[in-house]
T-cell receptor, first 114, second 112 residues
Framework: ETGVTQSPTHLIKTRGQQVTLRCSSQ?????VSWYQQALGQGPQFIFQ???????GRGNFPPRFSGLQFPNYSSELNVNALELDDSALYLC?????????????FGSGTQLSVL | QKEVEQNSGPLSVPEGAIASLNCTYS??????FFWYRQYSGKSPELIMS????GDKEDGRFTAQLNKASQYVSLLIRDSQPSDSATYLC????????????FGQGTELSVKP
């Protein structure tokens, strides 16, 4: 157990809908990153939050947005869902943003878009 | 060229053998390197990190890094059926914080 919790574990949505995924980071960790993992692929970096500010973003469109709260928990919001958004969404927390920081993943949210 | 490349496998080894998993990366600015294990339907679990050239051992696992060849590997000694999983290589570029670049993973199967 990494201490990183995500909710919900599974979600089914239809195309065009909006979804919010939630993450609580490990105690003492102030940095949260979100990843998308399609079936048979490695995780792809979406963005990172550090002290409530977005601090790095991958190649994802603006309809992917996020928030980090003062307690370092985080949300990932996806608007106008597309079929290709079906994937495992992973939240990872770390102590800080340094090069050698280790990322610890939560158990993920499996999103299916129909 | 993919930024991080791994053979997708499956790599099949008998129980008790050494499993060798390989990873190459394209960006010479890569600073830190990680191996994650992912069981089917589960999230990635960190098993090794390595930051400088050479070998790093932790129990049955040894990570090897060669920055000149842009190559990182993971050896698993005395492989067990419970080691059967997908192994993900991840690389972090300089000053990229939480952004890890993952390979697609190598599926390892350890046969009893």
């Amino acid at each position: 157990e990494t201490g990183v919790t995500q909710s919900p574990t599974h979600l089914i949505k239809t195309r065009g809908q909006q979804v919010t995924l939630r993450c609580s980071s490990q105690s003492g960790h102030n940095t949260v990153s979100w990843y998308q993992q399609a079936l048979g692929q490695g995780p792809q970096f979406i963005f990172q939050y550090y002290r409530e500010e977005e601090n790095g973003r991958g190649n994802f469109p603006p309809r992917f947005s996020g928030l980090q709260f003062p307690n370092y928990s985080s949300e990932l919001n996806v608007n106008a869902l597309e079929l290709d958004d079906s994937a495992l969404y992973l939240c990872a927390s770390s102590l800080a943003t340094g090069e050698n920081e280790k990322l610890f993943f939560g158990s993920g949210t499996q999103l299916s878009v129909l | 060229q993919k930024e991080v490349e791994q053979n997708s496998g499956p790599l099949s080894v008998p129980e008790g053998a050494i499993a060798s998993l390989n990873c190459t990366y394209s960006d010479r600015g890569s600073q830190s390197f990680f191996w994650y294990r992912q069981y089917s339907g589960k999230s990635p679990e960190l098993i090794m990190s390595i930051y400088s050239n050479g070998d790093k051992e932790d129990g049955r696992f040894t990570a090897q890094l060669n920055k000149a060849s842009q190559y990182v590997s993971l050896l698993i000694r005395d492989s067990q059926p419970s080691d059967s999983a997908t192994y993900l290589c991840a690389v972090r570029l300089y000053n990229q914080g939480g952004k890890l670049i993952f390979g697609q993973g190598t599926e390892l199967s350890v046969k009893p």
